[in-house]
């Protein structure tokens, strides 16, 4: 788990924000790892959270990929971002208003995604981020912000949630 993550997710559920998971997974397309192997990975992820006493609301994850493997995952979907079937369940199962949501990620297509259902963006700096930051500029999908870790970001959301109240108040 990236450094300061726990923390992070730990300072949304403190103020009784939804997080979620919301991951590519083509690697059980392409035949690299089954769905099955995808739950101690899970597990494993929970568990380091609850170290920092923090939890997701839960973890949607594509199997998917439009091109390679084998069906039933080799199959041009809803759910694999940018496109955005993975957020749209999230916001029937839990009631999510995504215009007031945020995406934080490290790909153009975590911010493709953001953008396409109305929320908030932020750009990561770990992983991808570096070479994601690039593409977003040249492809136009610019997020609302970019961070250079998730901690940084997370504290970005809550200024942004802070303003929001006290605009309203």
Do not use: K, N, Q, W
């Given at each position: 788990?990236?450094?300061g993550a726990g923390k992070a997710v730990r300072n949304l559920n403190e103020r009784s924000l939804l997080t979620f998971v919301v991951s590519n997974q083509?690697?059980?397309a392409r035949g690299l790892l089954t769905e099955a192997d995808l739950v101690p990975i899970h597990k494993r992820l929970e568990e380091e959270l609850?170290?920092?006493h923090a939890h997701l609301d839960r973890i949607y994850y594509c199997p998917h990929h439009p091109t390679?493997?084998?069906?039933?995952?080799?199959?041009s979907c809803d759910c694999r971002k940018p496109q955005t079937g993975m957020f749209q369940r999230a916001?029937?199962?839990?009631?999510?208003?995504?215009r007031r949501s945020y995406v934080v990620g490290d790909k153009v297509a975590d911010i493709e995604a953001g953008r396409a259902i109305g929320a908030h963006t932020v750009l990561v700096l770990t992983g991808y981020g570096p070479s994601s930051l690039h593409e977003c500029r040249a492809s136009g999908a610019v997020p609302d912000a970019v961070k250079p870790t998730v901690a940084?970001?997370?504290e970005y959301i809550l200024q942004q949630l802070e303003g929001d109240v006290q605009n309203h108040a």
């Open positions: 788990m990236i450094a083509s690697g059980v609850a170290r920092d390679l493997g084998t069906p039933p995952y080799r199959l916001a029937e199962e839990f009631g999510v208003d995504l940084e970001a997370v």
